[in-house]
């Protein structure tokens, strides 16, 4: 809600007046482009969730993927990442699966995801270092302090799995329990038969999220000339935002505004770019999202009356 505060007082009425009239006249089928690839993107991260389940001995029904994972979506516009934690439970409960095992699969999955990330940050920082060079000297960020944020959780690391060895305590031996299933989970990945479909499904999701983020582009006068040497670093910065809060509420306009501001894009139409893509695909996680915590139960109807 801050950073909604902080657009409203840093633009005068006739800048917002401006950013409301592009978003007004945004073009709805390219609107409705994007949302079906947020769809897709959705649909292949619960598909592809089949391929690291498999190696753990489960095979849950794509229904219930699929809705657990627009539950996760729509947790997380919440509380930040706690969609991951949703996500793990309601597989759980109806599919048998341990909420360890089943939460060890998800942090594989997005180890995975963090890897894709990473790609995405390595082509911005070639296309446009110096852009990225000077926010990080803006913000005086060094590679040493991060080094020693990397240095500092090894450490916490080993000192916890030194705390824990040979504790019999009944407390300390549920924590190992689930740290092992938690393990065993992420280790799914070397063992997973499929690979090749996996690794399909994770370049088709973040080719989804990227088209969905520009297509958007050709809503606005200022940004439909832009290519992608402009848009990617706006879509990363963007993707940043929303996984450090909740669902990017506010922050996500203002970040993607401020780099395509680097391209001589005014302020208000960065802001109805950011709005847009924003909106839409936010509103669909509301929508599908909030109806997956209403059907889930409905579908597995037949299993919650057999174990009641």
Same mark, same amino acid.
Request: charged share 5%; with cysteine.
């Given at each position: 809600m801050f950073? %909604?505060?902080?657009?409203?007082?840093?633009t005068s009425e006739e800048d917002r007046?401006? %950013?409301l009239q592009y978003i007004q006249k945004?073009?709805?089928? %390219?609107?409705?482009? !994007?949302?079906?690839f947020g769809v897709l993107s959705h649909l292949s991260r619960a598909y592809r969730w089949k391929f690291l389940l498999a190696p753990l001995g489960y095979k849950p029904r794509l229904i219930n993927s699929i809705l657990a994972v627009l539950i996760a979506y729509i947790s997380n516009l919440g509380i930040p990442r706690s969609g991951e934690l949703f996500r793990a439970t309601s597989i759980s409960t109806y599919e048998d699966i341990p909420f360890e095992k089943a939460f060890g699969? #998800?942090?594989?999955?997005r180890l995975v995801d963090l890897l894709i990330l990473l790609g995405f940050v390595a082509t911005a920082l070639i296309l446009?270092?110096?852009?990225?060079?000077?926010?990080?000297?803006?913000?005086?960020?060094?590679? !040493?302090q991060i080094s020693v944020g990397i240095g500092t959780l090894i450490l916490l690391y080993f000192l916890i799995k030194k705390g824990l060895a040979g504790n019999q305590n009944p407390y300390v031996l549920r924590i190992k329990k689930f740290i092992s299933g938690l393990i065993e989970g992420i280790l799914s990945l070397k063992d997973m038969p499929n690979k090749g =479909?996996?690794?399909?499904?994770?370049?088709?999701?973040? !080719?989804?999220?990227? =088209?969905?983020?520009? $297509?958007?582009?050709?809503?606005?006068p200022e940004t439909a000339v832009l290519g992608l040497n402009?848009?990617?670093?706006?879509? $990363?910065?963007? @993707?940043? =935002? %929303?996984? =450090?809060?909740? @669902?990017?509420? @506010? #922050?996500?306009?203002?970040?993607?505004?401020?780099?395509?501001?680097?391209?001589?894009? !005014?302020?208000?139409? @960065?802001?109805a770019f950011g709005w847009i893509v924003w909106t839409s695909q936010t509103m669909m996680i509301l929508v599908f999202g909030g109806l997956s915590f209403f059907v889930l139960p409905l579908v597995n109807r037949q299993k919650v009356s057999e174990s009641s």
């Open positions: 950073f %909604i505060y902080l657009t409203y007082t840093s007046t401006l %950013i945004a073009d709805p089928v %390219i609107i409705l482009c !994007s949302v079906l699969t #998800i942090v594989a999955e446009q270092f110096d852009l990225f060079w000077g926010i990080l000297q803006e913000k005086n960020i060094s590679f !040493s =479909a996996f690794i399909f499904h994770t370049l088709f999701i973040w !080719s989804m999220y990227l =088209a969905m983020f520009y $297509v958007v582009k050709w809503t606005v402009a848009i990617l670093p706006a879509f $990363v910065i963007g @993707g940043l =935002a %929303i996984s =450090a809060t909740n @669902g990017g509420i @506010g #922050i996500f306009p203002i970040s993607v505004a401020l780099v395509l501001a680097a391209f001589n894009v !005014s302020n208000e139409s @960065g802001l």
